[in-house]
């Protein structure tokens, strides 16, 4: 039986959501988009929140609310706008830099983490043309990674996150599992492993970006939250607090997204087990993973990053129906390499060599373990 690289985690509860809101003929914007607001709030703790259509939406208004406060702001009126994003984002951010006539600063990332770091993102600042002025950084989360935004937010440059491939890296589920190993463990190794299971990713960011679209991390179907973490912040949304109901999430996909943020814990727990049996395989192989510093990865994919041909590896795993697929096909340098080919070296060669493999909590324990053993016999 051919396993897919990618299914969306949809069981009974969110069908029965789905229907209940169709039935009752409430489908647009309306009571459960307002529940989703709730719901999410009490996971993330924001000040303020609106349930838009897409991720598309959501980074629009987020730089548009940062266009509208510099335009008090005379010293910036002679000067064009720029936006440091890194290569691997998803090329819809170009899209939204075009329609807001935006320039986009690429920043490459690092072999061993697919993220812009500080040094990175201070070096690409460093070296834009003086006529351009940089008014955000938009800090994409790729593969469910969670870089340094607290140290990017030390630059002075204002930080947009977009969280929605890393959604859960904030919950600590794992506790007693690691707790409970560590209980004939000494003590200094058992204290030591309670700090490590407690520690979370911080936001930093003054606005952030939940996509809720089909290969996300929470799914409804399409959309997407935008949320501020303190009241500050907050004001600069709540201008669009009476935006058209057109740019708002339906009741019928908040009503899936509910159940998601509900079951989350459940299905990363889910994930942890998978990808467990997946790094013992890879242990065993001379291709390489990234690793999440400093926190819990959420385990939104399993890439690794090939020593031979991306199209060898595909085409090996094919004969064993296992579906792989080339991480970045759908990024910036993935759509669009030539553009990003002279400052982001690393990004191109990540795209030519990074390869993802099939990851989602309805994986069964036998397919995991045929995929295991398809990693441990890679070429």
């Known amino acids: 039986m051919k396993i897919e690289v990618y299914s969306p985690t949809i069981r009974r509860k969110e069908m029965d959501a789905v229907l209940t809101a169709m039935v009752e003929e409430k489908i647009g914007p309306g009571e459960r988009n307002r529940l989703l607001i709730q719901t999410a709030k009490e996971q993330l703790h924001f000040d303020y929140a609106l349930a838009l259509r897409s991720p598309a939406v959501a980074l629009f208004l987020a730089l548009k609310a940062l266009i509208d406060a510099l335009q008090t702001d005379s010293s910036s009126e002679n ?4 936006v440091i994003i890194s290569a691997l984002s998803p090329r819809y951010y170009l899209q939204v830099l075009q329609d807001l006539h935006l320039t986009p600063l690429y920043c490459d990332v690092t072999y061993d983490f697919p993220c812009m770091s500080r040094e990175l993102i201070e070096n690409t600042a460093v070296k834009k043309p003086p006529e351009l002025e940089i008014i955000a950084v938009v800090l994409h989360h790729t593969l469910g990674f969670a870089p340094d935004s607290a140290g990017i937010s030390e630059l002075g440059i204002p930080v947009i996150e977009d969280i929605s491939q890393s959604y859960g890296n904030w919950f600590v589920s794992k506790d007693k599992k690691i707790n409970d190993k560590a209980e004939d463990a000494p003590a200094e190794k058992k204290d030591k492993e309670e700090t490590q ?13 939940l996509g809720l679209e089909e290969r996300d991390m929470l799914t409804a179907g399409g959309g997407a939250l935008l949320f501020a973490m303190n009241r500050k912040d907050a004001a600069s949304l709540r201008n669009f607090a009476g935006i058209a109901d057109e740019y708002c999430l339906p009741d019928i996909n908040s009503a899936l ?7 989350a814990a459940r299905n990363l727990d889910k994930r942890r087990d998978i990808a467990e049996f997946y790094i013992k395989a890879s242990l065993r192989t001379r291709h390489k993973r990234f690793i999440q510093a400093n926190s819990e990865y959420c385990n939104y994919s399993f890439p690794l990053v090939l020593e031979t041909g991306l199209k060898d590896v595909i085409a090996y795993a094919k004969k064993k129906e296992i579906i792989l697929e080339n991480a970045f096909w759908n990024s910036i340098a993935g759509v669009a390499n030539s553009v990003c080919a002279e400052n982001c070296p690393v990004s191109n060669s990540l795209v030519l060599r990074t390869v993802l493999f099939p990851i989602y909590p309805r994986l069964r324990s036998a397919d995991a373990e045929r995929i295991s053993r398809l990693i441990m016999t890679l070429p």
Do not use: M
């Open 197 to 209: 299971a407690q520690s979370k990713i911080e936001l930093n960011g003054i606005f952030c970006i």
């Open 79 to 82: 000067k064009k706008r720029a």
């Open 257 to 263: 997204a509910i159940v998601q943020f509900k079951d």
